[in-house]
């Protein structure tokens, strides 16, 4: 579970503290950013499909009840039988009753963000159900008892050398042997023995069908195949934004979920569940869990039309160089600071702070979110709730006294452009600025202001 009482600038703090680590986490991120970039410039359509994929959501959530109705009445027929949560707590205790009523000792469960919302692991696990996350990266994180830093790569802060001790001491793997293959052959023996003697299996849902009460799971792994087909349950926990009206509609979205993910033009497994395997039993929990507010929020409704791809994380200068573990919502990331402060603003005013405002995030996601303008309107909604700490709030309100009078602006900014220069260097590199490795700018001669009159006169 995700400890909300994270402030994100503390937090990036310490991250920053190893620079080496810093620099290596950036870059390795940045590395999965630009195989996007790559993938989404060899579409010639690439934008059309976003502005579809953008027109199908905001359609399907203007008629969200209507869509939601139709797909349980349609699952239903298949044979599946659908609950309703809603909240986490609703969510866990419909999957441990089903687990219970059924004397189930061990669950595998496919990635599902959705169960660390709602906290599930250690629901079923204090009620003695054994539970295996199977997505390899899940896996390393259940191990280490820490949860996700991303939702696509929830080891992307690990380096293998870190996973090869924790394999050893977990898993029994030769020491100091950090070959990925060797590791991922090990992980992959110890999974199947779970997927083997588990009693059922969890899976997400990516995408909801109303058309065909089916359900579909994107993994590059197969381990949701297998935990749905070995074990005779099945239980697809769903938030209840995860619905398209169509079959024909997925395409648009499969199309940009890999290629905005990690660079891929298609996820390895797009599988589809309608019924239950022959002789087993299937459950959908539509879950609610505050996104029936989030829907009703003229300025945050947009942010449930997230496929989580995690491109907004990837993007984000902010996420690379501070980790996901320096948010307080279990989601981190752009897409993580709204919905963290939507469902409550005291606890993750930090996160709505979290941002450049560079907007980098509103132009790689494939929903055309406008994420950087959702995070001003939460830093609004945070200084409204007192929820801003006072030096912030100080900062801020010099900064508003400043630019609400002009003639005081341009004198503090010809007054830093001779002071800043002749300032002793070690004080400069003990700011903030300087600490964190940037180089402090040298001081222009003019303002911008001036600047642009004088070019004004010229032409
Ligand atoms: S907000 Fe957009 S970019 Fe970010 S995870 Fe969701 S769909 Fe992807």
């Known amino acids: 579970m995700k400890d909300d009482s994270i402030r994100h600038p503390e937090a990036a703090a310490a991250f920053l503290a190893d620079r080496e680590q810093a620099r290596w986490h950036d870059s390795a991120i940045w590395w999965v950013r630009q195989k996007r970039d790559a993938q989404a410039s060899q579409l010639p359509e690439w934008e059309a499909l976003r502005e579809l994929a953008r027109t199908i959501k905001a359609h399907t959530l203007s008629r969200l009840d209507d869509y939601l109705r139709q797909f349980e009445e349609k699952a239903a027929a298949n044979g599946v039988t659908v609950h309703w949560a809603a909240d986490a707590e609703e969510h866990n205790r419909i999957v441990h009753g089903i687990l219970a009523a059924r004397q189930v000792k061990k669950l595998v469960k496919s990635k599902s963000m959705l169960t660390e919302e709602c906290g599930l692991n250690p629901y079923l696990e204090q009620r003695g159900i054994e539970v295996i996350d199977t997505d390899l990266g899940e896996r390393i994180v259940q191990l280490r008892h820490e949860p996700p830093s991303h939702i696509v790569m929830p080891a992307i802060h690990l380096k293998k050398e870190q996973i090869s001790e924790l394999f050893h001491q977990e898993l029994g793997t030769e020491a100091g042997n950090n070959d990925p293959t060797y590791l991922t052959h ?11 003697t588990a009693d059922a299996g969890l899976t997400g849902v990516n995408f909801g069908i109303a058309e065909t009460g089916g359900v579909v799971v994107c993994t590059n ?3 949701a195949d297998l935990g749905t087909s070995l074990p005779p349950i099945h239980i697809a926990s769903m938030g ?15 199309r940009l ?19 239950a395997r022959p002789g087993g039993e299937m459950h959908i929990v539509i879950v609610d869990n505050g996104r029936s507010e989030i829907l009703g929020s003229d300025d945050f409704f947009q942010s449930l039309r997230c496929i989580r791809c995690g491109a907004c994380m990837n993007t984000c200068p902010v996420y690379r160089r501070s980790s996901g573990f320096s948010y307080s919502y279990i989601i981190p ?30 132009n790689v996601c494939p929903v055309k979110i406008n994420l950087h303008e959702q995070l001003v309107l939460h830093r609004k909604r945070a200084w409204d709730a007192g929820a801003v700490p006072t030096g912030k709030k100080m900062g801020l ?12 602006f341009d004198l503090s900014g010809k007054v830093m452009r001779k002071v800043v220069p002749i300032l002793p260097e070690g004080l400069t590199r003990q700011s903030a600025w300087s600490r964190a490795g940037r180089d402090l700018p040298e001081m222009p001669e003019q303002s911008f202001k001036e600047m642009y009159r004088r070019r004004e006169e010229k032409n």
């Not at 996160?351 to 405002?357: E, L, N």
């Open 257 to 275: 979920l890999a290629r905005s993910a990690i660079g891929s033009p298609v996820t390895t497994y797009t599988s589809h569940f309608h019924q």
């Open 186 to 196: 090990a992980a992959r023996a110890n999974l199947r023995e779970h997927f083997l």
């Open 240 to 254: 209840l934004e995860k619905l398209i009206p169509k079959l024909e509609h997925l395409g648009v979205f499969t």
């Open 333 to 362: 990331g752009p897409i993580g600071s709204t919905l963290g402060p939507s469902r409550d603003i005291r606890k993750h005013a930090s996160m709505a702070f979290a941002c450049s405002t560079c907007g980098s995030c509103s």
């Open 397 to 408: 309100m010099a900064m508003r006294f400043l630019t609400r009078h002009p003639a005081l």
């Open 221 to 223: 792994e197969g381990n």
